[in-house]
Nanobody, 121 residues
Framework: QVQLVESGGGLVQAGGSLRLSCAASGRTFSSYGMGWFRQAPGKEREFVVRVSSNGGSTYYADSVKGRFTISRDNAKNTVYLQMNSLKPEDTAVYYC??????????????WGQGTQVTVSS
């Protein structure tokens, strides 16, 4: 059974940093793109960033470009999201996702349970 477990969320002041982790189990994900989405209260889930299977290609939402960095360690089946210069509007539940292809196109195939990130002003 595929499991994605996020960790690293929490409460931080504006301008601060957090690092999210997503550990995958149940299969090897080194052949698949992975990404992060988020959902703020009262809003739809939105795309944040994705990374290709080998880590060589990334794509960021404009709202986080230059502040967030995605990386992955295929040996550990883990993807990370380093979030710097956090803003109150980054407050959301952050979800890890695995795509069904190596580049991360289309809709993810697997989802984590989410981790809360709250940025205070």
């Amino acid at each position: 059974q595929v499991q994605l477990v996020e960790s690293g969320g929490g409460l931080v002041q504006a301008g601060g940093s957090l690092r999210l982790s997503c550990a995958a189990s149940g299969r090897t994900f080194s052949s698949y793109g992975m990404g992060w989405f988020r959902q703020a209260p009262g809003k739809e889930r939105e795309f944040v960033v994705r990374v290709s299977s080998n880590g060589g290609s990334t794509y960021y939402a404009d709202s986080v470009k230059g502040r967030f960095t995605i990386s992955r360690d295929n040996a550990k089946n883990t993807v990370y999201l380093q979030m710097n210069s956090l803003k109150p509007e980054d407050t959301a539940v952050y979800y890890c996702a695995v795509y069904g292809n190596s580049l991360g196109y289309g809709l993810p195939k697997y989802w984590g349970q989410g981790t809360q990130v709250t940025v205070s002003s």
